[in-house]
């Protein structure tokens, strides 16, 4: 399993920026894809950006012209560029790796709160 370590997060004005980071215990060249998702109080995990080994991304529709995700594969780094926030992009962000064995692997989360 992959040990997955996310940091960036924090609070941020509405219109803001921050960079979340995911750093991995292994190569990331080895892992199928990679991606973040969010949780916002009383609400369910939500996928929010992915990446394949390929470098192929997707997004979700609310985060899409605002969020670019990228990886480092010589850092073994996931990162997570979000511009123009929104409050209802207040969440605890969480990165998420899925080896070709089809093994899942989640970090412990970083929180995100926007404030107007």
């Excluded at 998702?37 to 990446?51: D, L």
């Excluded at 123009?84 to 790796?97: G, I, P, Q, R």
Aim: hydrophobic letters at 35%.
């Amino acid at each position: 399993q992959v040990q997955l370590v996310e940091s960036g997060g924090g609070l941020v004005q509405a219109g803001g920026s921050l960079r979340l980071s995911c750093a991995a215990s292994t190569t990331i060249l080895s892992i199928h894809a990679m991606g973040w998702y969010r949780q916002a109080p009383g609400k369910q995990r939500e996928f929010v950006a992915g990446i394949t080994s390929g470098s192929r991304t997707n997004y979700a529709d609310s985060v899409k012209g605002r969020f670019t995700i990228s990886r480092d594969n010589a850092k073994n780094t996931l990162y997570l560029q979000m511009n123009s926030l929104k409050l209802e992009d207040t969440a605890v962000y969480y990165c998420n790796a899925v080896t070709s064995g089809g093994i899942s692997s989640w970090g412990q989360g970083t929180q995100v709160t926007v404030s107007s």
